[in-house]
Nanobody, 122 residues
Framework: QVQLVESGGGLVQAGGSLRLSCAASGRTGSWYTMGWFRQAAGKEREFVATISSSGGLTAYADSVKGRFKTSRDNAKNTVYLQMNSLKPEDTAVYYC???????????????WGRGTQVTVSS
């Protein structure tokens, strides 16, 4: 019903920036919340950011607050994650997900992308 495709990952030096995109297609509905999660090697998947359907409400994990910003362009069915001041500990596979409410819990999201690798070198 819904497909999510992340893009924009890659290799960047510490202190650099990267912008991830997540394109949604299929029967997404008119209102949907988008979330960003990441999973580093050997670690559990963790919450990064979320944004309401209108883009007017966002929330971030403490580890990325002030450095990352999520936004969306509903005309393009695309959400973005702008990542600035990247640190080696930001290295992970980043996933976007679609849900119905603002939340940092994985179980509250219904659809997931395949992820895109972000590697931050020191």
């Amino acid at each position: 019903q819904v497909q999510l495709v992340e893009s924009g990952g890659g290799l960047v030096q510490a202190g650099g920036s990267l912008r991830l995109s997540c394109a949604a297609s299929g029967r997404t509905g008119s209102w949907y919340t988008m979330g960003w999660f990441r999973q580093a090697a050997g670690k559990e998947r963790e919450f990064v950011a979320t944004i309401s359907s209108s883009g007017g409400l966002t929330a971030y994990a403490d580890s990325v607050k002030g450095r990352f910003k999520t936004s969306r362009d509903n005309a393009k069915n695309t959400v973005y994650l702008q990542m600035n001041s990247l640190k080696p500990e930001d290295t992970a596979v980043y996933y976007c997900a679609l849900g119905s409410k603002i939340t940092g819990w994985m179980r509250d999201y219904d659809y997931w992308g395949r992820g895109t690798q972000v590697t931050v070198s020191s």
